[in-house]
């Protein structure tokens, strides 16, 4: 069975080395762009009868420079697109596993595109991904 935190850290190695995206698997007070942020949403511990798996929700909010509006964009463009050599998404289905036994991810949807954040004291152009991992659950 997986924890919470064997989870982050999977998702984190997972898509190292995905351009220059820089990943938290915890939410820091300051990251440096671009960057991945994991989230907790919830987890279900009673996803199937008897503890047979647990289903954990994170939000990966990405957030890149907003020097320049379209090359920001570009660059947010190519981690949430479905499919690509820096797609978050594809990394995810490439290694579904997240490299853990009985784990199964998927990146589930992509919502707040164009989102401004406050990183580090300047403003950031960014979205979310919506990543559901099922693990196996015990009693």
Avoid at 50 to 72: C, H, K, M, N, P
Avoid at 109 to 138: F, H, P
């Amino acid at each position: 069975m997986a924890t919470l935190s064997t989870v982050r850290t999977a998702v984190k190695s997972t898509l190292s080395g995905l351009g220059k995206l820089r990943v938290y698997d915890t939410v820091e007070d300051m990251i440096n762009v671009p960057a991945a942020v994991l989230i907790p949403t919830s987890i279900n511990f009673t996803e199937a009868m008897g503890r047979g798996t647990d289903r954990y929700e994170f939000d990966l909010i990405v957030v890149v420079s907003r020097a320049d509006s379209r090359s920001g964009q570009n660059e947010l463009d190519a981690f949430v697109n479905g499919s690509g050599s820096n797609s978050i998404r594809q990394a995810i289905f490439n290694n579904s596993s997240l490299g853990q036994s009985d784990t199964s991810a998927v990146v589930a949807s992509m919502s707040d595109y164009g989102a401004t954040y406050a990183v580090n004291g300047v403003e950031s152009i960014g979205a979310r991904l919506s990543i559901t991992v099922y693990t196996k659950g015990t009693s």
